[in-house]
């Protein structure tokens, strides 16, 4: 179905089964030592029997002393990783799968705990203006020695049979910080000029080459664009003519593949795009590459779909298409669009959520990534086996939402005789809401894929269904699952909160109040008010948002934040933080400014509420009362995101 993405292709004399190229994302799935176990093997090897032509590992350090970017990062800093890193090696060319090993030092992009509470090492003493950590210039010397690092992680890969290295010159890290003038000021062989901030790089290919054989294919992941511009940024730095310069420099020296990026720490949205993004989104970037040099190209472009990745090879904009978070949401991408059955990929919704985990979850040492729409990810030697004991007994779903759908997809690969009850006349739940708020077409992809996965398997779902502890009882179910939901949050003690120009962000943006070219008070400053915000002034609304927090946005991933502000920066919202809704008048709203202490009358047509949701769990006690086997899942159990909802749905069925 798709001749191009699956031809045969060469990166130097290294020949790939297809043009499907797994790119390095950290997951965090390493051994407390840094080695390859059985997580981390399970996480690759799956992804290799889904049909990936290579796969690149997730930044791998090469520096123990000052290269930390996480501790459960792959490393190839010490002999003792060569042997685990043969075992992944041999098991992924056992499926006709290649291996790279990406090299990476992550310079200032990292924190002094990960580092023995040292300032972290940069070309030049400038902090990362998003990690923002004492920063130390390298002396020539270290300079050195860590290009020998990256020289000797190269002979070990190579000693452990992996059949090439990348190097992390992309997104901030130290390679690139030697490039870029943004953040190399230094005045020795290493800086001062392109030529002299080019050595570092130049110096790591050609030692490389000569430990480990010129036919040793090298691949350098690099950021050709900054685009620092967006940041307003006006001095010197990495720009696309001084990327297309580096890429032909590379060339000459010997490096066998670019793999396209863009963007750093501080631009962080273009290196990892959210959901409001097309497929599409780096093209200029990859075209004025690949027009470039002569070498082969690799790029990631927001590619979620067969379709549009068999379209970027067949325009001839990449000879290698780059998959990251696709592959994370679903590790069978490849063989599946082999099979033409697209309809059965989970697509990747560009949520962040793998990104914002990283954050919070590998970084400090707590666990490995999550996908939102992927509980098994990174996860799956846990879940590796589903028992097939359920004997086609009955269990009862209640609601459609993405918990309850999960959860009778799960209870069905079991063996379970799943039925799910939905009140509305559609599945979906609160994604039917979600999806509303401009360019968040892709969180219905989630809903599209339970539905297909529950057609094809025949589970029965019955839409317009009020169920009712007798309805329960009449189906003499095993066990029964409250995924109900949950409503809106409309606090009765605020005093007006009835009057009938008083809605809710639901009742907004599924359409039963229309609002256009009014004034609106929009209170609260969630993601979901946010997005509800523009929403609104898409629809010539005057907007002011009213939070009773000293920020906008206080809580909102960073990534979600700097994406819905940078929306609505272009329409005159007027934000009111530290100010709390107190009453609903006949002509606004009563608030209290929190920091000057005094009362404000606002006047408003309308008030719009974005004060969260309450889980709607109704049925549980009456259910737990009659039923042996119950279990609360979704926002029923607990309020919480897409991510929460899909996996406790998938833990509560394959644990039942």
């Not at 360019?439 to 009020?466: A, F, P, S």
Request: charge should be neutral; charged fraction near 30%; hydrophobic fraction near 40%.
């Amino acid at each position: 179905m798709y001749k191009k993405l699956f031809e045969k292709g060469k990166i130097g004399e290294l020949e790939l089964k297809n043009r499907i190229v797994m790119v390095a994302l950290a997951v965090g799935a390493a051994k407390s030592d840094q080695t390859i176990g059985d997580d981390m093997m399970e996480y690759y090897l799956e992804r290799a029997r889904g049909g990936v032509g290579l796969i690149i590992a997730e930044n791998t350090r090469v520096n123990d002393e000052n290269g930390v970017a996480a501790r459960r990062q792959v490393s190839v800093a010490r002999d003792e990783h060569i042997a685990p890193l043969k075992k992944l090696v041999d098991a992924l060319h056992s499926e006709n799968t290649k291996f790279f090993v990406q090299l990476h030092h992550p310079g200032r992009e990292t924190y002094s705990n990960l580092n023995g509470d040292k300032p972290v090492v940069a070309p030049s003493a400038i902090p990362c203006g998003v990690c923002k950590q004492e920063t130390r210039a390298l002396e020539t010397s270290e300079v050195e020695g860590i290009i020998q690092d990256f020289i000797n992680g190269a002979k070990r890969a190579k000693k452990a049979g992996v059949d090439g290295v990348e190097l992390h010159a992309a997104h901030g890290y130290l390679i690139s910080q030697f490039l870029s003038p943004y953040t190399n000021k230094r005045t020795d062989k290493y800086g001062g000029s392109f030529e002299k901030r080019f050595n570092f790089v130049k110096e790591v290919v050609l030692g490389i080459k000569n430990a480990c054989g010129q036919d040793y294919p090298i691949s350098v992941r690099l950021t050709v664009d900054e685009l620092l511009n967006l940041n307003g940024v006006k001095q010197e730095y990495l720009d696309l003519n001084m990327g297309i310069k580096i890429c032909r420099e590379l060339e000459k020296i010997g490096v066998d593949v670019i793999n396209v990026s863009n963007g750093i720490y501080e631009t962080f949205n273009s290196l990892s795009e959210p959901m409001t993004y097309d497929q599409g989104c780096r093209t200029e970037r990859i075209k004025a590459v690949k027009e470039a040099v002569e070498i082969p190209v690799i790029a990631v472009n927001m590619i979620k779909e067969p379709w549009f990745a068999e379209k970027m090879l067949e325009d001839k904009l990449v000879d290698f298409i780059g998959l990251g978070r696709a592959l994370v949401a679903d590790s069978d991408w490849p063989k599946k669009a082999l099979e033409g059955r697209d309809e059965d990929i989970n697509r990747c919704i560009s949520c962040t959520f793998c990104f914002e985990t990283l954050l919070d979850q590998v970084i400090p040492n707590v666990g490995p990534i999550k996908c939102a729409v992927n509980p098994r990810a990174a996860h799956e030697f846990k879940y590796k086996e589903f028992n097939k004991n359920g004997a086609d007994k009955v269990v009862a779903v209640v609601g459609a939402g993405v918990a309850g759908l999960e959860a009778a997809r799960v209870l069905k690969i079991r063996g379970f005789k799943p039925v799910v009850l939905e009140q509305s006349a559609d599945v979906g739940g609160q994604i039917n809401v979600a999806d509303k708020p401009p360019r968040k077409e892709k969180i219905d992809w989630i809903v599209e894929y339970e539905k297909t996965q529950l057609n094809k398997m025949g589970v029965e779902i019955k839409l317009n269904t009020k169920v009712t502890l007798e309805y329960l009882k009449k189906m003499k179910p095993y066990a029964v699952f409250i995924a109900t939901g949950s409503v809106p949050l409309v606090p009765k003690s605020i005093k007006g909160i009835d009057r009938e120009n008083v809605y809710t962000i639901d009742d907004v943006l599924t359409g039963k109040v229309k609002i256009i070219d009014k004034k609106v008070a929009l209170i609260g400053s969630g993601s979901s008010g946010l997005e509800t915000a523009e929403f609104l002034c898409i629809n010539k609304n005057d907007v002011s948002i009213i939070e009773m927090q000293d920020a906008i946005g206080k809580g909102v991933y960073v990534q979600h934040y700097l994406d819905a502000m940078d929306k609505l920066s272009k329409f005159k919202v007027n934000y009111m933080p530290s100010n709390k809704l107190l009453e609903v008048t006949n002509k606004g709203v009563k608030l209290e400014n929190i920091v000057e202490r005094r009362i404000v009358d606002y006047d408003t047509d309308y008030v719009v509420l974005s004060l969260g949701v309450k889980a709607n769990n109704d049925l549980e006690a009456l259910c737990k009362a009659e039923f042996e086997n119950v279990r609360v899942i979704g926002d029923a159990a607990a309020v919480g995101r897409i991510e929460s909802s899909v996996r406790s749905g998938f833990e509560a069925a394959f644990w039942l």
